[in-house]
């Protein structure tokens, strides 16, 4: 649902779950994706994803960098 830019309430509305179980998948998913699958990429495309659950002052930031086509 990220790829089509659903926000994160957005996919918290649409499956019925909460906003920590996306969030936990997401920090999940992207720690055992840290490493590329190529050495070097001609171009990326970089997408920023924040959000904050409960204190503002406390903010979950994550970095995409999807290959651009």
């Known amino acids: 649902m990220l790829v089509r830019v ?8 649409t499956l019925q779950i909460s906003t920590g179980f996306v969030l936990r998948a997401l920090l999940s998913y992207y720690k055992t994706q ?6 070097h990429y ?3 495309q ?5 959000s904050f659950v ?3 002052k406390d903010l ?6 999807p290959e651009k086509e």
């Open 42 to 44: 001609d171009q990326v």
């Open 46 to 50: 970089v997408d920023e994803l924040y």
């Open 6 to 13: 659903s926000s994160i309430r957005d996919i918290t509305y």
């Open 60 to 65: 979950d930031f994550v970095c995409l960098l």
């Open 34 to 39: 840290l490493a590329p699958n190529e050495e």
């Open 54 to 56: 409960g204190n503002k």
